[in-house]
């Protein structure tokens, strides 16, 4: 699975090797892998200074935890872009509940912990305190974004790594279009000397050379002089057969589809910027569903002493009453208002993880409900493909055949749910990756988009990403279509009335059941 042709030191494609996970020492870790993952985790046992280059939706988050496991660690750090620091504190929870973990900003975070998470552009905020971390590893997630050793960012990570023994790397896409991104990255990981430092790297594999150049200081005449240009590649197999010799590893989704089912689904998690916003749109909802919840525990009271068709003729007769109705359109008007301001304050990050994905030379296509959204995301993504509501089916479908699926730099598509959840054809030839931006209330919906991409009898493997607005409404919605889908994943026929049924009369139980509204304090509230 592995190429090992060049000074072989490390290989992990060898049958007989005991792969499993008490041979690796992980015993115990929170997450069962997949064989091409423990392979993974073996390869990264014996390199300790490594770069996993696994293709999207492989696991290298948990491949990097668990070798942080395997080898004992009480502290380590995580270095990642902002857009996934949930995502890795969801994740190291799931790996190993004993782990403290602290997320770190540019002045909060506690050092009294096992696992320090954070992002890159607070690094230089935090360069003393995290040397005095002492950590025995740090893993710097999308470690590309260290590629210019100029960037205060990557100057502060090499400062804080010096130290440091164990240096996991993780990027599907480490080399973005030359062998000298690799430099600085390698060099971070203390690998760079394995190829002769700088120079030999530089000559080998990126056809050094020195250019002359015009400078122009301010106030001052232009002069020339020379620089060494570096940008050229030569040499590429044998660059590829070193680095996974010593210091490189990566896997393709279709390598290891035997591995792994034809269909996944994973949840990615965002802090929200509007949180005082959302505080107040979220009292109003439970200020309201309280007093709901106390007239309907009063009508409930009035029917005791009613024979059953009297109770039956008192509960059609206040379901058909315009209070009822108003009652019923005011919810969904208070819920509706708290899902959208979720969606727009983890709207910039989510921007980000997007542009990370598609960075990664994975196509994606982006599910969205509202033409707001829709909106928002073309206009920050103007090279996308999209498949809207106003667009005729002929439109939606060129598209697909005459941009999404033949043009180099769309790797994005953005889709409305209803609209590109439906009725449209090709999507699955090009791409495997799907995420769910907003979410509708009838799990049916969120099957029928995914099955845009997903065939059973395609030789590929689909993962649905649903994007979640951390601490609001979305937690508890995602929650009941996930359950919802998971019914609907054991009926063999892939339909059920149960993810035909919208959700938000559960929504409503479970906001109320959990204690996330009381009967105290609410006011009722005509909207916003």
């Given amino acids: ?16 090797i005991d792969l499993q996970p008490d041979a690796l020492g992980l015993t115990g870790f929170g997450v069962d892998l997949f064989r091409f993952q423990l392979e993974g985790v073996r390869y990264g046992l014996e390199a300790q200074n490594f770069i996993n280059g696994d293709q999207m939706g492989l696991g290298k988050t948990l491949q990097a935890l668990a070798i942080c496991y395997s080898l004992g660690l009480s502290r380590f750090i995580v270095m990642c872009p902002a857009a996934v620091k949930l995502n890795w504190y969801r994740e190291i929870k799931r790996a190993n509940p004993l782990w403290v973990t602290s997320i770190w900003d540019a002045k909060k975070g506690s050092s009294n ?31 590309h974004y260290l590629k210019s050793g100029k960037a205060q960012r990557t100057q502060a990570a090499k400062t804080v790594a010096k130290p440091v023994t164990t240096l996991i790397g993780l990027s599907g896409t480490a080399m ?18 394995d190829f002769g430092g700088w120079f030999a790297f530089a000559k080998r594999y990126c056809q050094l050379y020195k250019r002359k150049v015009w400078i122009k200081p301010k106030g001052r005449h232009a002069f020339q002089k020379e620089i060494w240009d570096y940008t050229g590649a030569a040499n590429l197999n044998e660059l590829h057969d070193r680095l996974t010799a010593r210091c490189f590893v990566r896997r393709l989704k279709t390598e290891v589809l035997s591995d792994m089912p034809v269909k996944q689904r994973a949840q990615v998690t965002f802090e929200i910027t509007n949180k005082a916003e959302y505080k107040k749109a979220a009292e109003d ?61 983890k709207m910039s990050e989510a921007k ?19 033409i707001k959204f829709q909106d928002e995301l073309i206009a920050h993504f103007p090279t996308a493909a999209r498949i809207v509501a106003k667009d005729s ?4 479908q060129i598209n697909i055949d005459s941009k999404f699926k033949v043009d180099e730099n769309c790797q994005l598509m953005i889709a409305s749910l209803k609209a590109g959840g439906t009725g449209i054809d090709g999507l699955q030839e090009v791409c495997a990756n799907l995420a769910f931006l907003e979410f509708d209330w009838v799990p049916a919906v969120h099957l029928q988009a995914e099955d845009r991409l997903h065939r059973m009898l395609q030789a590929r493997q689909v993962t649905a990403y649903y994007l979640v607005a951390e601490n609001t409404i979305e937690e508890t919605i995602q929650d009941l279509l996930a359950k919802k889908q998971a019914d609907c994943d054991a009926v063999l026929d892939g ?21 996330k509204v009381t009967s105290k304090g609410g006011k009722r509230v005509k909207g916003r």
């Fill in 1 to 16: 699975m592995i190429n090992t042709v060049f000074d072989s030191d490390i290989g992990i494609d060898d049958d007989s």
């Fill in 113 to 143: 912990a096992n696992v320090i998470i954070i992002n890159y552009d607070n690094l230089k905020k935090r360069v003393i305190e995290l040397i005095d971390f002492d950590a025995e590893a740090i893993v710097f997630d999308e470690i």
């Fill in 176 to 193: 973005l279009s030359r062998p000298s991104e690799l430099i600085v990255p390698l060099d971070i990981i203390k690998r760079l000397d």
């Fill in 285 to 345: 909802v439970a200020g309201y569903l309280a007093l709901c919840a106390v007239e309907e525990k009063a009508f409930t009271e009035s029917l005791k002493y009613l024979s059953p068709s009297e109770q039956r003729d008192r509960i059609e007769t206040r379901k058909a009453s315009v209070e009822e109705k108003t009652k019923a359109a005011e919810k969904l008007m208070l819920i509706e208002t708290l899902k959208q301001l979720a969606v727009e304050g």
């Fill in 352 to 370: 980000e993880w997007i542009q990370s994905f598609i960075d990664a030379g994975e196509k994606l296509v982006v599910f969205v409900n509202h």
């Fill in 393 to 396: 089916l002929r439109n939606r």
């Fill in 495 to 515: 339909m059920s009335e149960a993810i035909t049924t919208s959700v938000f009369d559960d929504l409503i139980d479970e906001l109320t059941s959990k204690g």
